[in-house]
């Protein structure tokens, strides 16, 4: 007698997710229910100042096979189980996106499978509401490269508010460099800032910049470097009074446009969401709104591969997919600018 | 003299709660700004009464500068309040989407003289939004919530407030911000004349362009 053919051969599909959008290069593999099977990283870090772009996308070259591998091996998965291959296609570095879009394309042509690319800040929102369970919150998004407050609204991830012009995770890293900080394997400068505020009492007067839903922080930053070389003040002070004044500039504009959109979730992510003062700020407005206040685990906040992984798997599971010749990188692509099909 | 009487909140901002209440016999709002327990006390006491004291100063200038703001008739620092006239009409945010083609952009060129009467007086209003402006019975729109507004002359100063009216339509109005941007800069121009306006509708590219994620920006 002849056996019946296989049905559903896997019992369950598989995304593979690349993130290299900055110093993190990230492999994450979500099922498409939402499982998260691995989430590994290895950051690049810089022998001294900021990310050099081009080190960056060095670095993750370098260790892209073995991160890949990684992941495989923890997920327990074989690459002829993935099913789909997603990647971060933006905002971000040139060099170091174009790294990750590699990987991602040569792996989706050897294995015949579809490539989807994902809008980063999209991701950091999906992954967080995957991993807290909120479903429709107004997110403040703080990072080293970005700082907005979105919310979704009629297909899309609406900008309630920004930065004009440097990011918060940034504002706190040239400070930090600033006052001679040096960065460690496993702790941020922005811990190390968070570290010495914590120890600081008197609030220094600084620039409190907010412009209608906007926040500028480059004044802030100015201003309080140049207390660090001129005056003597201590430097726990001044680690105080710049979270103290950045933390209230973004909480101030979280809170208009929780009042705004009456909803009732406030979502922190991006790697500043690990600093328990500014978790603390917002929790605040979060209740005077009667808002649920939920911030990402630090692993799904700081950039990864696994919000990159369910984010494909959410495109996909809507026909999006990335043809190879659309598949270039998107250096400045705004969270505003793509449609949602998965919400509604 | 201050007897406020029949208070009751009716809109509770980000920044403040706002009363409609009685007052000699008229009908008032009273905007408290609400202590914010998530900065440190020192600096919240700085912001609001700062923000309470320049508001009224702000919304008379904007008068001389013939905008229509509400009458202030109050002002208390040391509970950071402001009782002003309570002006009847519709929140432009609420009627935009759903007049007309024509009407709206007959709002929005009245909306953008009146920004070009504030610029061409040195006023920035610092937060124009659509729920910021009133449309009256008798056809005038009323600009009200000057918090964040500032006495400033600079051409980078108006390129922040037009910029930010550009954000509210994005946002709020995404279905037609694009032709309701139009109309404020027309409006606009037609105060400033056009060689002034240019100058700002530039520096509001280079805001723009200032930005993280936006595709005009230079490499």
């Known amino acids: 007698m002849k056996k019946p053919p296989k049905q559903n051969q896997k019992e369950e599909s598989y995304c593979l997710g690349i993130e290299s959008s900055a110093d993190d290069f990230g492999i994450g593999i979500s099922s498409f229910k939402g499982k998260i099977l691995a989430n590994k990283y290895d950051s690049y870090i810089p022998a001294e100042g900021g990310i050099h772009p081009r080190e960056a996308a060095r670095h993750h070259s370098e260790i892209a096979d073995k991160v890949l591998h990684d992941a495989l091996t923890f997920a327990g998965l074989k690459p002829d189980d993935l099913s789909v291959i997603a990647f971060s296609q933006g905002p971000g570095l040139g060099p170091s996106l174009r790294t990750g879009a590699t990987v991602a394309r040569a792996l989706a042509s050897y294995l015949h499978i579809p490539l989807v690319g994902v809008n980063h800040s999209i991701a950091h929102i999906e992954i967080g509401k995957l991993k807290t369970g909120v479903t429709d919150p107004v997110t403040l998004y703080v990072s080293g490269g970005n700082t907005m407050v979105t919310a979704f609204d009629a297909g899309r991830y609406r900008v309630f508010g920004e930065t004009l012009d440097i990011a918060l995770g940034n504002c706190l890293d040239v400070f930090a460099r600033e006052a001679g900080l040096k960065h460690q394997k496993g702790v941020p400068l922005g811990a190390a800032v968070e570290r010495l505020a914590s120890e600081g009492k008197n609030l220094v007067s600084l620039p409190y910049v907010v412009k209608g839903m906007d926040l500028s922080l480059s004044g802030l930053l100015t201003s309080a470097t140049a207390q660090l070389h001129v005056n003597n003040c201590r430097l726990e002070d001044l680690c105080y009074s710049l979270q103290e004044y950045a933390f209230s500039m973004v909480t101030e504009v979280t809170e208009r446009a929780l009042a705004h959109t009456e909803k009732r979730e406030v979502l922190l992510t991006g790697g500043v969401a690990a600093n328990k003062r500014l978790q603390s700020m917002l929790s605040i407005i979060a209740e005077e709104h009667d808002a649920q206040f939920n911030v990402v685990p630090i692993e799904f906040a700081t950039d990864n591969g696994a919000m990159i992984a369910w984010t494909g798997v959410l495109a996909y599971k809507h026909g999006l997919v990335t043809p190879l010749d659309e598949s270039f990188v998107k250096l400045r692509w705004r969270v505003d600018k793509v449609d949602v099909p998965w919400i509604q | ?219």
């Not at chain 2, 700062?50 to 200038?61: A, D, K, S």
Request: with cysteine; proline share 3%; charged share 30%.
């Open chain 2, 1 to 219: 003299m201050d007897t406020v009487t029949e208070k009751t909140l009716f809109k509770k901002g980000a920044e403040a709660s706002l009363y409609a209440a009685n007052w000699h016999g008229r009908k008032v709002v009273v905007k408290i700004r609400i202590p914010k327990r998530y900065r440190p006390e020192a600096m919240d006491k700085q912001i609001r009464s700062y923000r309470t004291v320049h508001e009224p100063q702000l919304m008379h200038e904007a008068k001389v500068a013939e905008v229509p703001t509400p009458l202030i008739y109050m002002v208390n620092i040391s509970e950071a309040s402001i009782t002003m006239e309570f002006v009847e009409g519709q929140q432009i945010k609420q009627l935009l989407n759903r007049t007309t083609p024509d009407k709206r952009k007959e709002i929005c060129t009245l909306i953008g003289e009146l920004v070009g009467k504030l610029h061409r007086h040195g006023l920035i209003h610092g937060d124009l939004t659509t729920s910021n402006m009133i449309l009256s019975p008798e056809g005038k729109i009323f600009f009200v919530d000057f918090g964040l507004g500032e006495k400033n002359v600079e051409v980078e100063a108006q390129g922040v407030d037009l910029h930010l009216m550009k954000r509210a339509l994005q946002s709020t109005h995404y279905l037609f911000w694009e032709e309701c941007f139009k109309a404020v800069q027309y409006g606009y121009s037609s105060v400033l004349g056009a060689e002034t306006a240019e100058k700002v509708y530039e520096k509001i590219k280079e805001i723009e362009r200032r930005g993280r994620y936006v595709e005009e920006r230079k490499q």
